[in-house]
């Protein structure tokens, strides 16, 4: 699949996308879900991914586990090494089977792999799992954990009625850029920040989407608008030391930032909508390049943002970071033969290059891994300059 240029103001270099390994069990005949029963091999609705040089590690959120595979596969259906969160690689259920809050994890969603840590957004146990080092057995006992008070502690927000510089609620993702460590505290309607990675028990040093940090309002209490400082459900966050995005889902919009992001101000660029203000879905007209319907995830390489169009069963791409205004069209999709189309596998088969509700990317020296969640499986495609 190729990149065409779509945006006549950006300077667009072709780029060919190629879907290269397939992880999780295939699909048979192409037309039936592939299996979910938890082994090394199969995945059940995957949320979060994450690659570099050493590793893949993966999501398995329906099977409340973290997959690792040492390296990035090759082959399809590579037997993952390492499996978090369950006592073996046939085994499922949270909080491994309600017996071990502090190994066990009830729909783990967000991981990235920083300074040699682990970190794993724990989703509906309310909480950031980090483990100091890669972890090099199954089941291995995180180090400690960011929203709760240790990792016996489950209980969205603490147990407390109103948030808290310390708590969480239904945290979803997490990165480090630019010297300071964010988490996205989807329940809350917010985004924690700290300078530096966060040891255990420390409060957030800033946040953004509220006015403070015992507020929990969807949209700021704007009632059926957004703003330019307001989330309904920020899912995922990317960016460099110049620009940082966030996938506001729940406003079917990605919004932008320029420069050091450490404190509650505007965003510049709005993606997915005509402006800060609106927030509608739109599900029964063609999408086009510019439309978003729940951009869970982002990924940012360089100057090549990605957007997983959760929804519309795609990824878009923008070749040249926004830097202001709204409503950018994209330069380049896969997942669908063009812009219009948004079905789940094209309303055909599940093929290699198909999508269905995709809920975790990550880009890395030009290589895109893919959460395709409705799909089972993790995907890894190469994204080449096309000469």
């Given at each position: 699949?190729?990149?065409?240029?779509?945006?006549?103001?950006?300077?667009?270099?072709?780029?060919?996308?190629?879907?290269?390994?397939?992880?999780?069990?295939?699909?048979?005949?192409?037309?039936?879900?592939?299996?979910?029963?938890?082994?090394?091999?199969?995945?059940?609705?995957?949320?979060?991914?994450?690659?570099?040089?050493?590793?893949?590690?993966?999501?398995?959120?329906?099977?409340?586990?973290?997959?690792?595979?040492?390296?990035?596969?090759?082959?399809?259906?590579?037997?993952?090494?390492?499996?978090?969160?369950?006592?073996?690689?046939?085994?499922?259920?949270?909080?491994?089977?309600?017996?071990?809050?502090?190994?066990?994890?009830?729909?783990?969603?967000?991981?990235?792999?920083?300074?040699?840590?682990?970190?794993?957004?724990?989703?509906?146990?309310?909480?950031?799992?980090?483990?100091?080092?890669?972890?090099?057995?199954?089941?291995?006992?995180?180090?400690?954990?960011?929203?709760?008070?240790?990792?016996?502690?489950?209980?969205?927000?603490?147990?407390?009625?109103?948030?808290?510089?310390?708590?969480?609620?239904?945290?979803?993702?997490?990165?480090?850029?630019?010297?300071?460590?964010?988490?996205?505290?989807?329940?809350?309607?917010?985004?924690?920040?700290?300078?530096?990675?966060?040891?255990?028990?420390?409060?957030?040093?800033?946040?953004?989407?509220?006015?403070?940090?015992?507020?929990?309002l969807e949209n700021r209490g704007l009632e059926q608008k957004s703003d330019e400082k307001s989330f309904r459900w920020v899912h995922e966050l990317a960016g460099n030391e110049k620009h940082i995005y966030f996938a506001d889902a729940g406003n079917h919009r990605v919004l932008g930032w320029n420069g050091e992001l450490n404190s509650d101000r505007k965003a510049e660029v709005v993606l997915g909508q005509e402006d800060f203000i609106k927030n509608g879905e739109f599900p029964y007209i063609k999408q086009g390049a510019s439309r978003f319907r729940f951009p869970y995830s982002i990924a940012v390489e360089d100057d090549l943002l990605a957007v997983a169009d959760t929804a519309n069963n795609r990824v878009l791409f923008y070749k040249g970071l926004p830097t202001s205004g709204a409503f950018r069209p994209a330069d380049a999709v896969i997942g669908q033969p063009n812009f219009d189309e948004n079905g789940e596998n094209r309303w055909k088969m599940v093929e290699r290059d198909t999508l269905c509700w995709v809920y975790g990317i990550h880009l890395h020296k030009g290589t895109l891994a893919v959460a395709d969640s409705g799909n089972n499986r993790v995907m890894i495609w190469q994204i080449e300059k096309e000469i």
């Open positions: 699949m190729t990149a065409t240029k779509q945006n006549p103001e950006s300077e667009i270099l072709n780029l060919k996308f190629q879907p290269k390994t397939w992880l999780g069990a295939k699909s048979p005949f192409g037309i039936a879900l592939p299996e979910a029963k938890p082994s090394k091999t199969t995945l059940y609705a995957p949320r979060g991914v994450f690659l570099n040089d050493d590793y893949l590690v993966a999501s398995d959120s329906g099977n409340h586990r973290v997959l690792i595979w040492k390296g990035i596969p090759e082959t399809d259906e590579t037997p993952a090494d390492i499996v978090l969160g369950q006592k073996d690689f046939e085994t499922e259920g949270a909080r491994a089977k309600n017996t071990d809050s502090e190994r066990g994890f009830h729909l783990p969603t967000g991981v990235k792999i920083i300074e040699g840590k682990l970190f794993l957004a724990d989703s509906w146990h309310h909480r950031i799992l980090v483990w100091n080092e890669m972890p090099t057995e199954n089941f291995q006992k995180p180090d400690y954990a960011i929203g709760q008070a240790d990792l016996n502690g489950i209980e969205k927000n603490r147990g407390n009625e109103k948030c808290s510089a310390e708590s969480l609620y239904w945290c979803y993702g997490l990165n480090y850029i630019d010297g300071k460590f964010y988490v996205a505290d989807t329940g809350n309607r917010r985004v924690l920040g700290w300078f530096g990675i966060p040891d255990a028990n420390q409060p957030a040093d800033f946040v953004i989407g509220q006015d403070d940090f015992e507020t929990s």
